[in-house]
């Protein structure tokens, strides 16, 4: 979420300034690689050190980065709203519509989301954001939670001591959570969602990670059943 000394020590929120220059230098840097930048992750959510944004400090956040990406690089991408929910869309777009008409949708190509199943329904996204706002949208960041069901020596839930009944985790780990997940692919392209990003793939690099990400492969860096049946989606 940017260095420390980009933010104001008072409020915790991006010195725009700052920001914007920081923004510049990671563009160049990255240009040849990077082609897309989605701006910021879940504004609207309390993060590690950085309070929520309301939507006026987003649009003015959105607006002062999309700027000093197309400095560096015009052709990029910008994904915008980040993961938020269709209300904070909106009123974001409409504050960015009233300082600024018709500059975010030359400016900014897509609006992202996280729908994750269980949580925003891709379907809120159509009537209002994709028809609406005539915005396409990207589920950028989506997963299902299992902790597996492999039983050798190094599993996850014997290094722990977790005491889960085996045939539950088997149940979620190869049926619940691949179902899950499928069912989330799908309704998100169903309902005009046009790009779908799994979280996460990480291999191994904590037991915590088996804890609290969902990632697809297993302990010993086999893959998760939940993974091919993405694949198979995809």
């Keep these: ?3 420390l000394w980009s933010k104001d020590p ?3 929120l991006p010195n725009l300034k700052k920001w914007s220059n920081f923004v510049k230098t ?6 040849p690689w990077v082609h897309v930048w989605e701006v910021w992750n879940e504004p609207n959510q309390v993060k590690t050190s950085v309070p929520a944004f309301d939507e006026t400090f987003y649009a003015e956040l959105l607006a002062s980065t999309t700027i000093a990406i197309e400095s560096v690089d015009p052709t990029a991408k910008v994904v915008g709203m980040a993961g938020t929910d269709v209300g904070y869309m909106q009123r974001t777009a409409a504050i960015l519509e009233s300082r600024y008409p018709g500059w975010y949708k030359a400016h900014i190509d897509v609006f992202s989301t996280h729908a994750y199943p269980g949580g925003h329904k891709p379907s809120d996204f159509a009537v209002p954001i994709i028809q609406g706002l005539n915005m396409p949208v990207w589920n950028t960041e989506a997963g299902s939670w299992d902790l597996g069901f492999y039983q050798g020596i190094f599993a996850n839930f014997i290094s722990w001591g977790v005491s889960t009944n085996n045939s539950e985790r088997f149940s979620k780990g190869m049926l619940t959570k691949p179902e899950d997940l499928v069912k989330n692919v799908v309704e998100s392209l169903g309902y005009g969602i046009t790009k779908f990003f799994y979280y996460d793939a990480r291999m191994f690099t904590s037991l915590d990670d088996f804890a609290t990400h969902p990632t697809i492969f297993e302990y010993d860096g086999t893959i998760r059943p939940k993974a091919i049946a993405y694949a198979i989606a995809a």
Excluded: D, R
Excluded at 26 to 31: D, E, F, G, L, R
């Design 1 to 3: 979420f940017g260095p």
């Design 26 to 31: 990671m563009v160049a840097h990255y240009k």
């Design 10 to 12: 008072a409020t915790g």
